[in-house]
C-alpha cells in the first residue's frame, strides 16, 4: 500500500503522512532537498574531520543515514536533519577512534545544529577566525604574545602579569600596546604594515 503513495502528486505533501515512503519518493526528495546541500555537507565535514582521505566517506555515510530514515518519513527540515546526521556519525567515528584530536574538541559544540542557529558556513568562517588569530598570535615576538595571553586570555591585571613576567608594570603596557598593533596589521592590516618582529 505505501508504495502506491506518491508523493509526487499534485498536493500530496509526504511529510504529512505517516507511512513508509516509497523509493522514488525518497529519491525524488533527496534529488530536490539534499543534494543541493553537498558543498555546504562537505564545507562541514572539511572543518570537522580531521583527515580528509575520509570525506567522500563520510559524506555518503550520511547520504545512506538520511535515505534510510526518509524511507520511514521525511524530515520537515531536510537541512537540520542532514547536519544532525553528519554531527552525530563524526561523534561516532571519533569515539570509535577512541582518542579525540585535541582540535576537535572546541568544534563539538558547533555541532549543535538548530533549525534557527547559524549554518555551518558561520561556524566555519568563525573557526577560520580563530585560526588566523592563532597564526597571529604565533607571529608576535615572544614577550608581546606572553603579555598577550596572560592580559587578554587569561584576564590577569597588569600587576599580575609584571609579576609573572618577572618586568615593571610599564613593560607590560608597552609589550601589550607593541602586541596588539602588531596583531591588528596582521589580521586586518597590509603585509607592509607588518611591523612585530623588530
Known amino acids: ?35 543541493p546541500l553537498e558543498a555546504m555537507l562537505m564545507q562541514f565535514l572539511s572543518n570537522n574531520w580531521h583527515n580528509k582521505a575520509d ?6 555515510d550520511v547520504y545512506e543515514h538520511v535515505c534510510e ?17 553528519a554531527r552525530n556519525l563524526i561523534i561516532d567515528r571519533y569515539r570509535h577512534q577512541q582518542v579525540v584530536p585535541i582540535e576537535a574538541v572546541p568544534d563539538l559544540e558547533a555541532f549543535d545544529i538548530a533549525a534557527d542557529a547559524p549554518g ?5 568562517q568563525a573557526r577560520g577566525e580563530l585560526r588566523k588569530l592563532q597564526i597571529a598570535l604565533d607571529e608576535l615576538p615572544p614577550r608581546c604574545r606572553e603579555a598577550i595571553v596572560l592580559g587578554r586570555i587569561e584576564g590577569l591585571s597588569g600587576r599580575e602579569i609584571a609579576s609573572r613576567m618577572g618586568i615593571t608594570e610599564q613593560a607590560v603596557s608597552k609589550h601589550l600596546n607593541r602586541g596588539l598593533r602588531t596583531l591588528a596589521n596582521l589580521i586586518y592590516g597590509h603585509p607592509s604594515n607588518r611591523g612585530g618582529r623588530k
Open 120 to 124: 555551518p558556513e558561520r561556524a566555519a
Open 1 to 35: 500500500m505505501a508504495d502506491l503513495f506518491d508523493p509526487n502528486f499534485e498536493g500530496a505533501d509526504v511529510r504529512r503522512f505517516n507511512v513508509a515512503v516509497s523509493a522514488a519518493g525518497v529519491e525524488a526528495w533527496f534529488v530536490r532537498e539534499v543534494l
Open 55 to 60: 570525506l567522500a566517506d563520510i559524506r555518503q
Open 69 to 85: 530514515a526518509a524511507r520511514e518519513h521525511i524530515p520537515e527540515q531536510t537541512k537540520s536533519f542532514v547536519f544532525r546526521t
